[in-house]
Structures are given as structure tokens and as C-alpha cells.
């Protein structure tokens, strides 16, 4: 793709997202950066989730993995929506009950002081590392197709685009966040269904031909059934439920969106058609991806060793600039929808839940507000140039390897607090919350040995779970019948 075009692009695309910021920003307060006044159309919430949840993770690996693990991945999507129906009738209507603007202070109420930092460390450490690395994704994209050709190294196209995400998110936060997102999630569904059917133009399909090149690709398989398979259907279905219940339920990010809306009915609303139209759109980036490895194989084109790089190849450098322009669309889109909202939620989280920022007057909100998102973006940019120098595999699987081992706390202490009726020694807890994660990397790494050849995949985030969810209760003891119990 010609550089100067997709310069233009980038340049008019961030131009709309600033736009966008100033006016929804107008008479903004700290309130309305971290709940958007709990005023957000239902709709607006449920279309903007796909992009932040997606990401440009799903945008580049999903398809390039289709090569290696066929469409398996629908396997974990399919445990997605049990998260997703757990998440709404049993998670959203305890948040909106206790009327939390960090999802963590449940912890507070629950257990204690301990507990509740604990559980926002986590998901602190969990949530940058993870959107700075959905973030290196897009970096990487756009160093190849802009900033390489005019001789800008990665680590100052890193800084720009970290900056401009910053621009449009410093003053109107959330709120500016779900209209951002909602346009971002246009793009990338739009570049999707675009770039397939442009795919099977050039392929010369037909769309029965379309549907029967995917239904008979080798790559097309969706259901394993080998017990020490990582692909398992049970390993992988189980998986995407907790992987759902702790990447969004447990999340701050995502569910601080949720909480913006209205009322509970309409939160759940929200929950129940954003579910739907995200397995479908899921399943377009496999159908995607089989289409390119089908183009690849006619027009005898190489597949890159690292298949991340499948999608970027082909759009950027041999689909025609159509394909390209929307592949540059599409990746900046998804990319930006989940950092953005990513940063946001942070510094939500670290003001709230650390700084006592209900506590304080307006004016010093506000400056907090502002230097805790100014140095969680500079954390997204060091994160990334590490990232850089250490990833070895594709992206998809480094941010589950890393979900694994850093929700599974989470999993542990929400679970206990809503199922059991015990309490327990709070200043143990952040010990708990260490040796879970220690001991599921231990196992992890015997399993084929100390099983008979089982491997964990993505269900690693239960084993860790069940670890936290052990230690809680030998740390408990039955709660007094004359003390209420928090829940």
C-alpha cells in the first residue's frame, strides 16, 4: 500500500476520533469519566463492546491461526456465551446493587481492606499487560504500512500512537469512550465482511462456492475430541466460560461500560445482544482466515513463519489497495476500541481503588485524574517495547498464557465471596493470591508427566482458581450468626 494513503488515513481517522472526544467531553466532570453519569443508551453500550472485546488480537491472529489450529477456537466461544449468560444474572445485578464504580470494592464490603487491593492489583497487572500487548498488535501493523517507509523507528511510532489514544481519552472517559467504540466496531465489522467478499471476488467465488471452499478447507475443523488434545472440546469449552466470566465479568474495563447504563434491565439487555453478535462475528475472522490460506495456497504465496503475520501480508502487500485500506481500517479499529477503553479502565480502577478518590475535592480529582492517565500510558509503551524483545509466539495465545496465570486470583476470590458464607483472615489473603498463580505454573509444567500426557490449555484460569478458592478457605472460618454477611 502506497504510504502516503495510508498516512492520510491514519491521520483522517484519529482526526474523527478527536472530534468526537471534544464534543462528547463538553462539561465533563470526574464523574462522567469514570460512569459516563450512568446515562448510556443500552444499544450504544452492547455494539461498542464488540471492538473493545475483540481487539486487534482477534483482527490478526484469529485468522492466522486458523492454519495451525483450524477453527477450534469457536470451541472456547461456544463456553463464551454460558460466561456471558453467568455474567448477567449473577455479577451485574451484585455491581448494581452495591452500586460500585470499581467492580472491586465488592471485595471491600466482602472480605476487607486486603482482599480488595488485592483483587485490583490483579487485575491492574492482568489488564496492562494484556492491552499492551492487543496494543503491539496494531503497532506492529502500522510500523510496517506507515512508519517503516518513512524511516520512523518502532519505538517512536509506539510513543505517537499511544499518544494520540490519550488525546481522545484524557477529558470525557468513559462516555467519550462508548461512542468512540461504538464507531471503532463499524469499521471492524465493516472491514470483516468487506474483505471477505472482496477475497472471494478475486478467488472468483460464487457465495455457495464461498461456504463450500470453507466447509471442505482441512483447516475448517471445529471439534476435537482427544483427551490430552489441547484443542479438547471440554478443555476448550470450559475454558472460554471462565475465560469469559473473569476477562469481562471480573474485568473493570468492560464492566465499567455495563454500569454506565441506565438500570439493571437495561445492562442486561445489553449483556444478551452484545453476546450474539459477537459469536457471529467471531466466527466471520475464522471464515476470514480459511479464505486467505486458500488464496495463499493458489497464488503460491508463502505462509510466514509467525501466521500473525498472515492477514497483514496479504491485505497490505497483494489483495489491492481496497483490501488494504480496509485491513488498515479494521486493525486500527479494533486495536484502538479495546486500548483506549483499556486505559480508561485503569485509571478508573488505580484512582478509585487506591488514591481514596471519593474522598477528595473536585479540583485535586482532577489533577489525579489526569497524572494516573499520563502514567498508564507510558507503562502501555514500556510494556510493549519489552513485549517486543521476549514474544516468541502468536499474540492470541501470549495474552491467554498471561490471563491465566494473573485472572485466576480473581476467579478465586469472587467465587468465594458469592458461594461461600465464610470469612476469613483478610491480611493472608495477597499471600493466597501469590502461591495460587506459583503452584498453577508448577503443575502446568509437569502435567504430561505427573497425567499421563494431559496438557492445560486456556483452562489453566480454572486450575488457578480452584488454587485461590483452597487457599481462601483455609484461611476461613464460619461467619457468627449476629453478623450479617455481605454479599
Not at 60 to 84: E, N, R, T
Amino acid at each position: 500500500m502506497n504510504t502516503t494513503v495510508a498516512l492520510l488515513i491514519l491521520v483522517a481517522y484519529f482526526g474523527m476520533l478527536i472530534t468526537v472526544s471534544f464534543y462528547s467531553a463538553r462539561g465533563a466532570t470526574t464523574t462522567t469519566f469514570f460512569t459516563a453519569n450512568r446515562q448510556s443508551p443500552w444499544w450504544l453500550v452492547a455494539f461498542g463492546m464488540i471492538g473493545t472485546s475483540l481487539s486487534g488480537v482477534t483482527f490478526i491472529s484469529v485468522p492466522g491461526a486458523v492454519g495451525k489450529i483450524g477453527f477450534s477456537y469457536f470451541q472456547v466461544v461456544l463456553g463464551y456465551i454460558i460466561g456471558y449468560i453467568i455474567i448477567g444474572t449473577v455479577l451485574m445485578p451484585l455491581y448494581y446493587r452495591l452500586n460500585l464504580i470499581s467492580i472491586y470494592g465488592y471485595l471491600e464490603k466482602r472480605f476487607g481492606f486486603w482482599s480488595y487491593k488485592s483483587g485490583a492489583f490483579f487485575f491492574l497487572l492482568s489488564r496492562t499487560i494484556g492491552s499492551a500487548v492487543r496494543l503491539y498488535v496494531a503497532a506492529n501493523v502500522l510500523q510496517l504500512a506507515i512508519f517503516s517507509p518513512l524511516g520512523i523507528p518502532f519505538e517512536v511510532s509506539v510513543l505517537i500512537t499511544i499518544a494520540l489514544i490519550w488525546i481522545y481519552t484524557f477529558k470525557g472517559g468513559v462516555k467519550t469512550i462508548i461512542l468512540t467504540d461504538s464507531l471503532q466496531t463499524l469499521f471492524l465489522v465493516t472491514a470483516v465482511i468487506l474483505t471477505i467478499v472482496l477475497i472471494s471476488r478475486e478467488l472468483g467465488f460464487s457465495f455457495g462456492e464461498l461456504t463450500q471452499s470453507i466447509k471442505n478447507s482441512p483447516n475448517s475443523q471445529i471439534f476435537f475430541w482427544d483427551a490430552n488434545d489441547p484443542k479438547n472440546f471440554y478443555k476448550q469449552f470450559i475454558s472460554g466460560i471462565f475465560i469469559t466470566i473473569v476477562m469481562t465479568g471480573l474485568d473493570q474495563d468492560l464492566m465499567q461500560k455495563n454500569l454506565t447504563c441506565k438500570n439493571i434491565g437495561e445492562a442486561q439487555k445489553n449483556m444478551f445482544w452484545f453476546t450474539l453478535t459477537m459469536v457471529f462475528v467471531t466466527f466471520m475472522f475464522m471464515c476470514l482466515g480459511s479464505l486467505l490460506y486458500v488464496y495463499a495456497q493458489r497464488e503460491g504465496i508463502a505462509i510466514p513463519a509467525r501466521t500473525d503475520d498472515l492477514y497483514p501480508t496479504l491485505a497490505l502487500t497483494y489483495l489491492g489497495p481496497v483490501v488494504g485500506i480496509t485491513f488498515l481500517l479494521g486493525i486500527t479499529a479494533a486495536t484502538y476500541a479495546s486500548a483506549d477503553s483499556a486505559l480508561t479502565a485503569l485509571t478508573t480502577s488505580f484512582c478509585v481503588d487506591f488514591m481514596n478518590f471519593e474522598r477528595r475535592p473536585e479540583a485535586e480529582r482532577s489533577r489525579i485524574k489526569h497524572i494516573v492517565h499520563i502514567g498508564f500510558s507510558l507503562l502501555f509503551y514500556v510494556v510493549i517495547i519489552v513485549f517486543r524483545q521476549l514474544n516468541s509466539k502468536e499474540v492470541i495465545t501470549a495474552v491467554f498464557d498471561i490471563a491465566g496465570y494473573t485472572y485466576g486470583p480473581l476467579l478465586g476470590l469472587f467465587a468465594f465471596g458469592i458461594f461461600s458464607q465464610r470469612s476469613i483472615r483478610d491480611q493472608f489473603t495477597p499471600w493466597i493470591c501469590i502461591i495460587s498463580p506459583v503452584l498453577t505454573y508448577i503443575v502446568n509444567e509437569n502435567s504430561a508427566d505427573w497425567f499421563n500426557g494431559y496438557q492445560f490449555g486456556f483452562e489453566r484460569l480454572l486450575l488457578n482458581g480452584i488454587f485461590t478458592y483452597i487457599g481462601l478457605w483455609a484461611i476461613s472460618q464460619p461467619v457468627k450468626t449476629e453478623e450479617p454477611v455481605a454479599a
